[in-house]
């Protein structure tokens, strides 16, 4: 229980402008509402004054058709409330809408002072400088690169890039596939005939 009434309530979304404008299309609805049953009466006695006038009672199909000229000057005065109201509730709208741009521009001038305070000028012109001396180097090699390339050198270039590109290897030299030739068996005794010939001459020089 004691966490039930301790909990703190959260505030409220509903501003003061959320509550006007409530309560200005509450009475623009009323008044509509209004409007409506005053023009279904005055259509009822507009009727009513037709059919005394024929039962030829003309005093009293006058005092009604005076009543409803009183109506429906009530009923013009009626739209003009309503018009009033709404171009009320527009006006708050709008304004809700000009204080949340506001808003935005301080929030985002605010974020625009901590940037400039993380972010010297001098810090700005140093990188701008860093990023032109880059630039400068980059021409440089490129130039030197463009001054010491044949055509030829181009061209073979141009054709490593575009198969890097298509994801093909550069080409190589094929690898042959003949078979290597055996060595006669006359080739192979040959060399131990020379070490046997040269095997006494050895051991003479050792004697």
Known sequence: MGNVFGRKSRPSRVTEQDKA???????????????KRITLQLEKER??????????????????????????????KTENQISNLERMVQDIEFIQIEMKL?????????????MHE???????????DETQEAIEYQRQIDEMLAGSLTEEDEDAVLAEL??????????????????????????KAEPEKKQAKNKPDREMLAA
């Open 162 to 187: 575009e198969a890097i590109t298509q994801g093909e290897d550069v080409a190589l030299p094929d690898v042959p596939t003949e078979p290597i030739p055996e060595v006669p068996e006359a080739a």
């Open 102 to 114: 506001i808003e935005g521009l301080k929030i985002g001038n605010d974020c625009l002072k901590s």
């Open 21 to 35: 404008i409530l309560q200005l299309k509450q009475q623009r609805d009323k008044l509509k509402q209004y409007q």
């Open 47 to 76: 009727l009513l004054a037709k059919q005394l006038l024929k039962d030829g009672r003309k005093e009293k199909a006058l005092l009604l058709l005076k009543k409803k000229r009183y109506q429906d000057q009530l009923l013009d």
């Open 118 to 128: 993380v972010m010297s000028i001098e810090d700005v012109e140093r990188i701008m």
